[in-house]
């Protein structure tokens, strides 16, 4: 099975950006689907973004969308999320995720498998 840690996160100011970076291992990460989840304390894990592990279909939570780009690097097992344009309500813990081998978008959306331990994200005003 693929183990994930994430990489990247800290504290920028409104406006500014980050990169975050997912590491996998321990499968073959070109077969995984993989996305992305935030979560603030007291609120669910909610979608951000995800990448398929076929022609690269992306998928965007609508809160995100024409600010954050999601993008895979097979050869390094990487994923990617550059975060533009940040706004103080982006702040969260981020989640890298993973579904079964030759899951769909959809899966990873609604039901990933596979997490990493989080990265924390914060944004001032």
């Known amino acids: 099975q693929v183990q994930l840690v994430e990489s990247g996160g800290g504290l920028v100011q409104a406006g500014g950006s980050l990169r975050l970076s997912c590491a996998a291992s321990?499968?073959?990460?070109?077969?995984?689907?993989v996305g992305w989840f935030r979560q603030v304390p007291g609120k669910e894990r909610d979608f951000v973004a995800a990448?398929?592990?076929?022609?690269?279909?992306?998928s965007y939570a609508d809160s995100v969308k024409g600010r954050f780009t999601i993008s895979r690097d097979n050869a390094k097992n990487t994923m990617y999320l550059q975060m533009n344009s940040l706004k103080p309500e982006d702040t969260a813990v981020y989640y890298c995720?993973?579904?079964?081998?030759?899951?769909?978008?959809?899966?990873?959306?609604?039901?990933?498998?596979?997490w990493g331990p989080g990265t924390q994200v914060t944004v001032s005003s």
């Open positions: 990448i398929s592990w076929r022609v690269e279909i992306t």
């Open positions: 321990g499968g073959t990460f070109t077969w995984y689907t």
């Open positions: 995720a993973a579904t079964d081998p030759f899951g769909t978008v959809l899966a990873l959306s609604s039901a990933p498998k596979y």
